[in-house]
């Protein structure tokens, strides 16, 4: 196709200067290498600053001669760049070690509990989404007005507060006080026995509820998700109306939008189908963001909930002082990460042929 120098839009930009797709998924995906060595690394080190698992985990609790016997039968007597070697070629052949405190295979902790995490994820940014964008537009549309400022309050106070206090809130009104949600667990005792008796369950609570053919199992499922992807889903919406809010009235000052204006077209109109569009790209770049940040919120908020996922499982394991299964659960949180921003990109660079270079 020939370019000609009056075409200027953002496609026609990206293919003059060599921005092509491809090339840039294939720059993105290399990255991840890296970028996982660099995780899986700072995971090893933390975790051996505090020294080698056994005596973090039972040290106090054996005799010495036991303890030295147990650290050289798993090798962590041996100088670190040994152990480091090791662990890495584990690491990328998917073998985590066996936890200390239930003698089970890191990796089925992993694949058992790691749909729960991601499930709420899942429900915490459509949470964030549905009340993020739309009350960021209506932020922008009352610019410096009553409803504009409330919502900035709101945005701030959403937040700021913690989830772990926000979630103790969320359950108190709406599960003790009000009694119209359930308060902890993925779903009522007869759920998960109908989910147990499926063969091969996925782990996707939803999925699975479906997979029963019963309705009443998808609705408690439901019912169990509301307060924790709330609770996690505020926090999130908070840092979404305010990006929403801020780009919407940067978009509205445009030329464009001006001439839109000067033809008699509504600023209600103007808003919801012509402006909004370009300010919601920087909203799919600050997700893969803010997945780091739902993931470190999981931990309080499915210990507030009890919702048996990674963050759960991490919140006992660090109890126990099991540094193998901490070792094994944050490398593959910051895997996620690594993969959900790599997937951001490739999506930002399809909606914006500019991101591409």
């Known amino acids: ?152 309050v709101f945005a701030i106070f959403t937040y700021a507060t913690p989830v772990f206090f926000s979630g103790l809130i969320m359950k108190l009104i709406f599960g003790i006080w009000l009694g119209w949600l359930p308060v902890s667990g993925r779903a009522s005792i007869s759920t998960e026995l109908a989910i147990q008796t499926l063969p091969d369950p996925s782990g996707f609570y939803l999925i699975d509820a479906f997979r029963t053919g019963n309705m009443a199992n998808v609705g408690d499922v439901l019912l169990h998700a509301v307060l924790p992807a709330l609770t996690l889903g505020m926090m999130t919406a908070g840092v979404f109306l305010r990006l929403v809010r801020t780009n919407m009235i940067g978009t509205l000052g445009q030329e464009y939008v001006d001439s839109g204006r000067s033809r008699g077209i509504r600023e209600y109109r103007l808003v919801t189908k012509h402006a909004y569009k370009p300010a919601l790209i920087p909203i799919i770049t600050v997700i893969g963001l803010q997945i ?59 909606i914006d042929p500019r991101v591409r270079y």
Request: hydrophobic content about 55%.
């Open 1 to 152: 196709m020939v370019i000609t120098e009056t075409d200027t839009t953002p496609a026609a930009i990206a293919r003059q200067r060599g921005g092509g797709l491809g090339r840039f998924i294939l720059w993105r995906a290399l990255l991840i290498i890296p970028t996982v060595f660099i995780l899986v690394t700072m995971v090893f080190l933390l975790m051996r600053t505090m020294g080698n698992p056994i005596t973090a985990s039972v040290g106090d609790r054996l005799p010495p001669d036991q303890l030295a016997e147990r650290v050289a039968a798993a090798g962590y007597d041996r100088p670190l760049f040994v152990q480091y070697f090791e662990y890495l070629g584990q690491v990328f052949t998917g073998n985590f070690g066996v936890t200390f405190s239930d003698r089970r295979p890191v990796t089925e902790v992993l694949t058992t509990f790691g749909a729960a995490t991601l499930e709420l994820a899942i429900y915490t940014i459509i949470v964030a989404l549905v009340v993020g964008i739309p009350l960021g537009m209506l932020a922008a549309y009352y610019r410096d007005r009553g409803p504009d400022a409330i919502l900035r």
């Open 292 to 350: 780091a940040l739902l993931l470190s919120g999981a931990v309080l908020t499915e210990t507030t909930f009890e919702w048996k996922g990674l963050g759960f499982q991490l919140a006992h394991y660090l109890s126990a002082r099991d540094f193998v299964a901490v070792q094994g659960i944050v490398a593959l949180l910051a895997v996620i990460v690594a993969l959900s921003n790599f997937v951001v990109d490739v999506v930002a660079a399809l």
